[in-house]
């Protein structure tokens, strides 16, 4: 196990929660990230439409220096806990209704979270859990949904 984690901020509310990786049970997926977040992003959080109380954010083109294809399934369920993150690639062509890529980072906030899209129940890799601050994040995250998008930014800690 590595001490190495993660951070997400709601940079306009100054607001941050503390990821611990899975890198037992995911480690391909935590060292792509790793690799990847070698320099914050930030991004405009939005709210999932299927998934229950889910933010999702992509991986910017700037970061994206690994083949998604290559990473393996990890730590996969459709079920997740609450404060848990996943990564999920959507290829180009992927759903009949979106026919764009994107390489998704999402974060449950609260219970009743599934990974359901509009074409059914998608398994996705869970890579982390955030361990300090959920509630303050989670209050972000619900915000969103009322709101609308919030910049968010996911760095190493």
């Not at 196990?1 to 997926?29: E, R």
């Not at 060292?31 to 439409?49: S, V």
């Not at 997740?80 to 996943?86: A, N």
């Not at 998608?122 to 915000?143: H, S, W």
Request: aromatic share 14%; net charge negative; proline share 8%.
């Amino acid at each position: 196990m590595s001490d190495k984690k993660f951070y997400l901020k709601f940079v306009d509310a100054n607001v941050q929660g503390i990821i611990t990786l899975y890198w037992d049970n995911a480690p391909k997926t935590c060292e792509a990230l790793w690799n990847a977040l070698e320099t914050p992003i930030q991004w405009q959080a939005t709210h999932a439409m299927f998934s229950g109380p889910e933010i999702m954010m992509g991986l910017p083109e700037t970061h994206r220096n690994f083949d998604p294809t290559a990473l393996p399934p990890e730590n996969q369920t459709v079920l997740p806990e609450v404060g848990e993150l996943l990564w999920f690639y959507q290829p180009k062509n992927f759903f009949k209704i979106d026919p764009t890529e994107f390489w998704e980072i999402g974060m449950f906030y609260g219970v009743g979270g599934r990974t359901f899209g509009p074409t059914g129940w998608i398994p996705c890799t869970y890579f982390g859990k955030m361990t300090e601050n959920l509630d303050a994040v989670a209050e972000q995250c619900r915000l969103i949904r009322i709101e609308g998008a919030k910049t968010v930014e996911l760095g190493r800690l």
